[in-house]
């Protein structure tokens, strides 16, 4: 039997209505996905990484500080948090993004002929710490406090030492690495953490090899 005119308006306006609202929830869904992508969405908060004593710093960053005292110096008057506002979150996105393209990856044995050298890629070259330092650098001319930028050192998913850098902040410890575009919080990089940059003077904060729950739930 032929099903009545009626009935087809009845099922194709409903067919219409529901795919309508099936494609209004998917490009919202796109545009909030664009908008985490864009750092415009604040992350939630998470617990900061815990400090658990002193450490000697890195010998390449010694030497990186007798060149450029600047770079290195603490100042006490700074916070050493931020507070981190939609703006905070852009910046820290786009600048972490942007470097990672501008600087093309070359270890310190082929660049310099020398192992562990930690300079600002001036060249356009340099491997992981150089990444982190100029992101901090473009990050301290962009108004953050020097004192809440941390350079850390890591041990990555391959078993091998690498240096990100540690922002602090009012939502948790978060992660600028040459590695990704997306800045994660730290317990989402899947690092162990070895130690970083002090909050104040010369000495490094140990952080006693902390692995992220992401690396204790793949091992």
């Known amino acids: 039997m032929r099903q009545p005119l009626f009935g087809l308006l009845s099922v194709r306006t409903f067919s219409r209505s529901t795919f309508r609202f099936a494609a209004a929830v998917s490009l919202a869904l796109t545009a909030a996905q664009a908008q985490t992508q864009t750092g415009s969405i604040l992350p939630g ?24 005292p600047a770079e290195c110096a603490v100042d006490l008057s700074e916070p ?20 990672n393209a501008s600087i093309k990856a070359k270890t310190d044995k082929d660049h310099w002929g ?36 941390r350079m850390t050192v890591v041990i990555d998913e391959l078993g091998a030492g690498h240096a990100v850098m540690m922002v602090r902040t009012s939502r948790g410890d978060f992660i600028l690495d040459n590695k990704k575009d997306a800045v994660l919080p730290w317990h989402r990089t899947g690092y162990t953490y070895i130690k970083r940059e002090g909050d104040g003077g010369t000495a490094w904060a140990s952080l006693r090899h902390q692995t992220s729950p992401v690396m204790t739930a793949n091992q």
């Not at 050493?80 to 470097?99: D, F, G, M, P, Y």
């Open 114 to 149: 020398v192992e562990d050298v930690w300079d600002l890629a001036e060249d356009g070259y340099g491997d992981c710490e150089d990444y982190q330092l100029v992101k901090r650098k473009r990050l301290v001319e962009a108004g953050f406090p020097r004192r809440a930028l």
């Open 45 to 68: 908060v998470s617990q900061p990484v815990a400090k658990v004593g002193t450490a000697r710093p890195i010998m390449g960053w010694v030497r990186f500080c007798q060149q450029n």
């Open 80 to 99: 050493a948090t931020i507070e981190l506002t939609a703006k905070e979150w852009q910046t820290l996105n786009r600048i972490n993004h942007q470097v």
